[in-house]
């Protein structure tokens, strides 16, 4: 892997990690038209730390005060009486669908559901699914019922997010995709449901990070890709995650997220057309 590579793939990684339109797609499809070899889902886990510190740093007073409003519950023998804490532990039960499920389900996701008939397919469904979310949330709106803020989340709501986000381990889904759209379908707001899937993305993409860089140290920093070029395209996603957060919570104050149900539509079509005649090669 070249440093051109690094910085493309980083770049590419920072700015679709956040918005619904899936980086792990993106990360495979991106260098299947360039004629690059697949950076594998070890890679892709690994620079998600990258993102992971865009959140940190985006988030970090919220970060903070639920850490030590949780150490406070935990001292006191009140483990919910705080909004912050109760948050915590929303975010800790909402993690284990995905960790249960990316243990079980590790073989598949990092070989054959990184095909990109799946991602083509995971793509449009997902635009579709999105879609009907949007209209329910309209609905709700049209029916003078209040959405959600964060201190609204429900320990329900969070753990149904939690499933959302252990969908999102079928490449093409879209952590912040799937997460997103059921915060619509449980009645939170656009930016709510945003800020809430970057909370609670927190804990799995720290522990997928860390687990594959150990697990696939010896592949990671081997000549093909080596060490300078994964720290590269880890800062790049970083500082690009960080600016497509803001892009985001932005964008979803004054709009809807059609936009992005447009992009995964036509490009999951696209995808699937080319595929069917041939290129990129799957």
Not at 31 to 39: I, N, Q
Request: some cysteine.
């Amino acid at each position: 892997m070249t440093v051109l590579q690094a910085v493309v793939l980083g770049i590419v990684q920072g700015l679709t990690e956040f918005l619904p339109i899936s980086s792990t797609a993106h990360l495979r499809i991106v260098p299947a038209l360039v004629g690059w070899e697949d950076p594998g889902a070890a890679f892709t886990a690994v620079i998600q730390l990258g993102t992971l510190l865009a959140i940190l740093t985006f988030f970090w007073k919220d970060v903070l005060r639920i850490a030590l409003s949780l150490l406070r519950g935990l001292k006191s023998g009140k483990p919910f009486a705080e909004l912050d804490a109760r948050l915590g532990w929303m975010i800790v039960f909402g993690t284990v669908p995905i960790v249960v499920f990316g243990l079980v389900f590790k073989e598949a996701i990092s070989t054959g559901l990184r095909s990109l008939y799946v991602m083509a397919t995971s793509m449009i469904l997902l635009a579709l699914i999105l879609a009907l979310a949007e209209w329910a949330l309209k609905r709700r709106i049209r029916n003078g019922i209040a959405l959600k803020k964060l201190e609204g989340v429900t320990f329900k709501d969070a753990i149904l997010v939690g499933f959302a986000q252990a969908v999102a381990l079928i490449p093409g889904s879209s952590r912040s995709g799937t997460t997103i759209t059921c915060g619509l379908f449980v009645g939170l707001d656009r930016e709510t449901a945003a800020r809430f899937s970057f909370l609670l993305s927190l804990p799995s993409v720290l522990a997928a990070g860390i687990f594959e860089l150990i697990e696939e140290r010896e592949a990671l920093f081997s000549m093909d890709i080596g060490l300078s070029t994964v720290i590269i395209a880890t800062v790049v996603s970083g500082i690009v995650g960080y600016l497509s957060i803001k892009l985001l919570l932005d964008f979803l104050k004054k709009y809807t997220t059609y936009l992005f149900i447009y992009y995964r539509l036509v490009l999951g079509i696209i995808l699937l057309i080319m595929l069917y005649n041939g290129f990129p090669a799957n």
